[in-house]
């Protein structure tokens, strides 16, 4: 079982390197820039403990982004080696308590039919996230889900 603990500026190369491996799964990680502004996004949200991460032998096999304010999960990923361990969900668990009581929880991810985001939407789907508006984020097509904030207390 993965050791899940917020992310520290000590992680941040190990985190980055996760990063790079799934880069080509989220929104606006696929150009050449990207890569640099995440990092200060990733030590942005660290530096207000908003950053989680499994651990395995001390190597980030999972990572997680979210904010307390909006309630939101902003940026998750695992390892493709990783998956089906249910580390994202362990990452979640760690979270819930962290997030607004009585406030819905929402992620924006790939639309249907966008072959990188099935995982993703089969995940938050079986979590209990129901399928939302439609938006753009960094110039891709993606759909917002929530949790009730009934379903996600009882999780």
Request: charge should be neutral.
């Amino acid at each position: 079982m993965s050791r899940i603990e917020y992310g520290t500026e000590k992680d941040i190369k190990c985190w980055m390197a996760l990063v790079r491996t799934a880069g080509s799964s989220f929104p606006g990680l696929e150009t050449e820039g990207s890569p640099a502004e995440h990092r200060r996004t990733v030590l942005d949200f660290m530096e207000k403990s908003e950053a989680v991460c499994a651990k395995e032998n001390d190597t980030i096999v999972g990572v997680l982004l979210f904010s307390k304010e909006k309630n939101a999960v902003c940026f998750l990923a695992v390892d493709p080696s990783f998956r089906r361990r249910h580390i994202a969900k362990q990452m979640f668990r760690f979270v819930l308590p962290l997030m607004t009581p009585g406030k819905d929880i929402t992620v924006a991810t790939y639309r249907e039919g966008v072959p990188e985001g099935n995982a993703a939407r089969a995940f938050y789907l079986g979590l209990g996230f129901s399928p939302g508006r439609m938006t753009e984020e960094f110039g891709s097509p993606v759909q917002e889900f929530s949790m009730e904030a009934s379903k996600w207390q009882i999780f």
